[in-house]
């Protein structure tokens, strides 16, 4: 039977994966977003009216 410890420690190591790839992720967008070559979210609309100032 497998115990406690063992499933703690490895839905720890799946929770800290889970961290890396948010991680890189968001370190990936911020990057597009400040190159200007991200084409998701509000960020693609720059030439339209708005109050955005």
Do not use: N
């Not at 420690?9 to 948010?22: H, P």
């Not at 890189?24 to 030439?47: C, L, N, Q, S, T």
Request: hydrophobic residues 45%.
């Amino acid at each position: 039977m497998v115990s406690t410890l063992t499933i703690g420690a490895v839905l720890t190591l799946l929770a800290w994966v889970g961290l890396q790839v948010a991680v890189i992720h968001g370190k990936y967008v911020v990057d597009k977003i400040a190159a200007g070559d991200y084409e998701k979210g509000p960020f693609d609309r720059r030439d339209e009216g708005g109050s955005r100032e």
